[in-house]
């Protein structure tokens, strides 16, 4: 199995039945401002660049953002401060990201530890368990990734289980695996975070900078 087919299988997955239920609702209830989009309402797929040195782990798509678009971080206020980020630092053509069809490219693979939105954002430890198996293919699969930006403490936590990695989860930590990648830990941009002045945009952006960086210059973490 491959990458591509590998998403299929996300896309086609079925293991939690609660998520596979909660997602089909919320495209059949929607909301006011989306009542016209046909949603996507499955398991959302991985995307970027299969050869790219910079891989970002996030939570799972939003229920009217990438439920809604069938796009990772696309049609919420995350990614408008993930694809903000990316532009600014070089790693994405453009700053926005509404849709499967409007020709964003980065240079970076966007996957999440889950591929269905969960009520509240709060899933549960066993479909945490189903479906980072998807994660742990994806990551052995990404054989040019050298650094791991995870979004949130549950994204910190399951890749840090993957390679075997002991840390506390703190905005900015780096931690080093055993087959030398960088695991960078972020706060999630999620509008918890960001409006409430948790995250400033000079401490996200750094972020990516720091990642550029590290993935183009391996060594010691500074």
Request: net charge positive.
């Amino acid at each position: 199995m491959d990458l591509d087919q590998l998403n299929q299988t996300i896309i086609n997955c079925t293991k939690c039945e609660r998520l596979a239920t909660y997602i089909k609702d919320v495209g059949k209830r929607k909301v006011k401002r989306f009542s016209n989009w046909e949603y996507w309402s499955k398991p959302v797929p991985s995307f970027g660049d299969p050869q790219a040195k910079i891989v970002i782990v996030g939570l799972a798509p939003a229920a009217h953002g990438g439920n809604r678009t069938g796009r990772m971080f696309t049609g919420d206020h995350s990614g408008e401060w993930l694809f903000r980020a990316l532009h600014e630092v070089g790693l994405a053509n453009k700053p926005t990201s509404l849709s499967r069809e409007d020709g964003l490219e980065s240079k970076v693979y966007i996957t999440a530890v889950l591929h269905c939105a969960p009520p509240n954002n709060k899933p549960t430890p066993e479909e945490v368990r189903n479906c980072s198996s998807y994660l742990r293919q994806e990551l052995a699969y990404l054989k040019n990734a050298k650094v791991i930006v995870t979004l949130g403490k549950l994204a910190f936590d399951e890749v840090c289980r993957i390679f075997e990695v002991r840390g506390k989860f703190s905005h900015g930590i780096k931690l080093k695996s055993s087959d030398g990648k960088i695991i960078i830990a972020s706060y999630h941009p999620s509008a918890r975070n960001t409006n409430t002045g948790k995250m400033s945009w000079e401490q996200w952006v750094t972020v990516f900078k720091e990642a550029l960086y590290l993935s183009e210059n391996q060594g010691t973490i500074p």
